[in-house]
């Protein structure tokens, strides 16, 4: 078995006294379904899936003329697509108030204004990839978000950059910090956008499905490239009733795993992933018999899917759990996959209901009696989130319905 290195932040509340619960108060994204959480879970919903034949660039070079992409998304000179993303949703945040200017900013991406990196070489243009580097992004989302930031202070932001599970990891990251009690506040920043490098790089891997991806299905080929941006506000419990914020749900546990099993390929029997789950189950003082859903991250490649679903086995002993994928219908957004599958996640506990896996049209053998292709309802108050990356990265994020305490 390959070594597993638990990369879990002060995840145990024993012996601490009572920990500092994070609650998401505030969220919005766009998805290749349109603008906000409504226009996504109406799409999963509906069954249809958004990847469509792409006109952004060139494919025919690729195995695939078809994404996820978001209608209507331009970028002219100087402008890239993951700002004309996040520009109307955080200006539509700032106008209603909904960001504290003493937000603790964390931003969760793999490839960023990538758009300015490729202009320099096709183009052979100077100094415009300089412009590509994460650091700049941060500071125009820091402008844009209005928070507030000081040197040397507890506020500098942050920038995540892990593969497929960056914004989980982001999200994590600011829930240890309110449980911790070093911050109150913090405002998690998701995207990435369908470029033509990142196309080029799947393609050659050769993990893109021809036609569009199907997660979990017997027939499944490989993933659909997708992108999508958003927010997700994490105050304290405290913080939040004092300011009569609406509550949306709990980040009540979380773990991290590094199995180290191969620069792109998972760990094949799942060993990685089913650790993060299980520490995730214990930062949450949650047993895995309470939990009533999975959102896996079902990226539709062969040895994903098989992955989680042995992780999943060893996690929950076996015990069948109505586990989805929004992947078909959203594609894959990457480093925004997470945060994008936390908010549908916290949607459907509020709704009593489990969208279906889009474009699955014949169950694997493996994930028979676990995967759906029509909606349903959802039992419990507790789901749990799972995400894997590049480099064995696996993290689990465990999600609760919001109730106060009796």
Not at 89 to 104: F, N, R, T
Not at 119 to 129: E, F, W
Not at 267 to 281: I, Q, S, T, W
Request: proline letters at 5%; one cysteine or more.
């Amino acid at each position: 078995m390959p070594h597993l290195a638990p990369l879990t932040p002060s995840l145990s509340p024993q012996g601490k006294g009572r920990y500092r619960k994070a609650v998401a108060v505030a969220c919005d994204l766009v998805t290749p379904y349109g603008w906000g959480v409504h226009a996504c879970w109406q799409g999963l919903l509906s069954g249809q899936s958004a990847i469509r034949p792409l006109d952004r660039f060139s494919t025919r070079h690729f195995l695939t003329d078809k994404a996820a992409t978001i209608p209507d998304l331009k970028a002219g000179p100087g402008e890239s697509f993951v700002m004309n993303m996040l520009i109307p949703l955080l200006s539509k945040a700032s106008d209603l108030g909904l960001i504290p200017d003493d937000s603790l900013l964390i931003l969760a991406t793999t490839t960023g204004e990538i758009d300015f990196l490729e202009q320099s070489v096709l183009r052979g243009t100077q100094g415009t990839a300089k412009e590509s580097r994460l650091d700049c992004l941060l500071a125009k989302v820091v402008h844009w978000s209005g928070v507030v930031t000081r040197s040397k202070s507890r506020n500098m932001p942050l920038i995540v950059s892990a593969a497929c599970v960056s914004s989980s990891a982001a999200i994590a990251q600011a829930a240890s910090l309110i449980r911790n009690g070093e911050q109150d506040c913090l405002l998690v920043v998701a995207c990435d956008s369908v470029s033509e490098f990142v196309m080029a790089g799947f393609s050659t891997l050769m993990a893109l499905d021809k036609d569009m991806a199907r997660p979990f299905d017997r027939d499944r080929k490989g993933l659909s490239l997708g992108e999508a941006a958003g927010f997700i506000l994490l105050m304290s419990e405290e913080r939040a009733m004092r300011e009569e914020r609406p509550i949306i749900g709990e980040i009540a546990g979380w773990g991290m795993t590094g199995d180290a099993n191969h620069m792109t390929g998972p760990c094949r029997d799942g060993c990685g992933l089913a650790l993060a789950v299980e520490k995730a189950l214990q930062s949450a003082s949650i047993p895995e018999s309470a939990v009533g859903s999975i959102s896996a991250h079902g990226t539709g490649t062969v040895y994903n899917d098989a992955m989680e679903m042995k992780a999943f086995k060893k996690a929950f002993q076996n015990r069948a759990i109505p586990t989805y994928s929004i992947k078909g219908g959203t594609g894959h957004t990457m480093g925004a996959a997470g945060l994008l599958e936390v908010i549908v996640a916290f949607q459907a506990l509020k709704e009593k209901m489990i969208p279906p896996t889009v474009n699955m049209r014949c169950v694997d053998e493996e994930a028979k009696g676990w995967v759906f292709s029509q909606p349903h309802s959802l039992d419990g108050t507790v789901t749990v989130s799972t995400n894997s990356g590049f480099g064995g990265l696996n993290a689990a994020l465990v999600l609760k319905e919001y109730r106060t305490e009796e």
